[in-house]
């Protein structure tokens, strides 16, 4: 018997996992294997926060991977996180009034769970009322 997804723990080999289930036509386990991917990149985090941040940032990356045929990193976020972090990245998608490509690629994938919007609303302690007041409005014209 095959070991359960949610036992994976390497990255090559989801990725295996994948293609083979893309070839396949088997959606069910390649979205199944496509989380577990994405789970691994938030592992090593200890605040739930940023833990599930770097679930949806890998999830993005994925999806422009697979858009351009080759890995594709969020250069643009990637370097808010590092000038900014985390928090204010979110709070910043939060607040624009134009939706991310992120979200929109998320959103059309049928990962909502998965766009920083959705982490503002799951842990609005950490954001201002206005930035989870924009994420739930932005949600709910997507739900």
Known sequence: MAKPISAYTDVKQLETLMRNAKRQGR?????????????LEGIHYDDPLE???YVTLAAYEELLAEKHGRKQPASYTRRKIRDKGVVQCLEDWALDTKETDGFRTLVER???????????????????????????LRLSKVS
């Open 27 to 39: 959606d069910d386990i390649y979205n199944e294997a496509f989380r577990r991917r994405c789970e």
């Open 51 to 53: 833990r599930e941040f």
């Open 110 to 136: 049928g990962l909502v769970e998965l766009t920083g919007e959705y982490l503002v609303t799951k842990y609005p302690d950490r954001f201002s009322p206005e930035a989870v007041h924009n994420a739930k």
